[in-house]
């Protein structure tokens, strides 16, 4: 399985830019998605396709990346980002996720 | 409004079984592929099944193949998760998403329904 690799957790301050990033174990192309989770609620799409906005997502969100390395930009940071953020792949089989990286707002 | 509604989870003990459904609203359920994805507590989440527009075609992860069936009924705009032979790694909340793309990644997903398998 493809597996992929994420900082467990970051704290930043709001205003500032901050970057999450995601490792895969082998090559996923551009197929690489990220979700946002706040406690208690499903997962939100935010990125696909390694740097296309979801409909209805703030542009302060940015995705970049291809191969193995990728990362998710929220620039500025904003209260209400408290969450912890999945990446996850579509270009091998089985479908899988990141373990998270759970972002705190200082 | 789209809305997924997860319902039929509960306690149940291993070697048992329990079905999931998805109710689907605001969108026409029978145009896209859906998923199955869980959560166990505290932990990560973790694709489980998916099926095609049609229900012609089906897809699991290998821990759930052969114990865990994917279905769904577009006349009732409801997808479903038949689990069998439940185990305590089974424990999860399961949620039910859309692929509205085809790419095989979740743009809407519902709040889940939670899944306890313990004696």
Known sequence: ?106 | EVQLVESGGGLVQPGRSLKLSCAASGFTFSNYGMHWIRQAPTKGLEWVASISPSGGSTYYRDSVKGRFTISRDNAKSTLYLQMDSLRSEDTATYYCATDWRSNWYFDFWGPGTMVTVSS
């Open chain 1, 1 to 106: 399985d493809t597996v992929l690799t994420q900082s467990p957790a970051l704290a930043v301050s709001p205003g500032e830019r901050v970057t999450i990033s995601c490792r895969a174990s082998e090559s996923v192309s551009t197929r690489m998605h990220w979700y946002q989770q706040k406690p208690g609620q499903q997962p939100k799409l935010l990125i696909y396709g390694a740097s296309n906005l979801e409909s209805g997502v703030p542009a302060r969100f940015s995705g970049s990346g291809s191969g193995t390395d990728f990362t998710l930009t929220i620039d500025p940071v904003e209260a209400n980002d408290t969450a912890t953020y999945f990446c996850q792949q579509s270009w091998n089989d089985p479908l899988t996720f990141g373990s998270g990286t759970k972002l705190e707002i200082k």
